[in-house]
C-alpha cells in the first residue's frame, strides 16, 4: 500500500526556519520524482520544490534561494529545508510523488509563520 506521510509542520516566527519531511512507502523510491507542494487558505495548491531520480532539485521563484529539496535513497524519505520563513509561506505542505499527474498525495503538514 502506497504511503506518503509529511511531518514537520508548526508554528514558526519570521525569519525563522523549518524543515519537514515525507516518509514513504509502497513504492519503488529510486524510481520516482518528489515534489513538494503548497497550499494556503482559498487559494489553489501549488508547486514549491520538485527533485529527480537523479537528485536534480527546482524550485518556484517565491522560495528559491531560501527552501532546499532533497532525498535520501536509503531512508526513503524526502526533505524540504526551509529559512527564512515568511508569512507568505502558512499553507499547508503536501508531499507528491511521480510526474504532475500523479495522484500520489500525503495528507498534508501545517506549516504557519507569524510575527
Known amino acids: 500500500q502506497l504511503r506518503l506521510v509529511e511531518s514537520g509542520g508548526n508554528v514558526v516566527r519570521i525569519g525563522g526556519s523549518l524543515t519537514l519531511w515525507c516518509e514513504v512507502s509502497?513504492?519503488?523510491?529510486?524510481?520516482?520524482?518528489f515534489a513538494w507542494y503548497r497550499q494556503a487558505p482559498e487559494q489553489t495548491r501549488e508547486l514549491v520544490a520538485s527533485?529527480?531520480?537523479?537528485?536534480?532539485?527546482k524550485y518556484a521563484v517565491s522560495v528559491n534561494g531560501r527552501f532546499t529539496i532533497s532525498r535520501d535513497n536509503t531512508e526513503i524519505t524526502v526533505y524540504l529545508r526551509m529559512n527564512s520563513l515568511v508569512p507568505e509561506d502558512t499553507a499547508t505542505y503536501y508531499c507528491?510523488?511521480?510526474?504532475?499527474?500523479?495522484?500520489?498525495w500525503g495528507q498534508g503538514t501545517r506549516v504557519t509563520v507569524t510575527s
Open positions: 507528491h510523488a511521480g510526474c504532475e499527474r500523479s495522484p500520489y
Open positions: 509502497g513504492l519503488s523510491f529510486r524510481d520516482y520524482d
Open positions: 527533485v529527480t531520480v537523479r537528485g536534480t532539485p
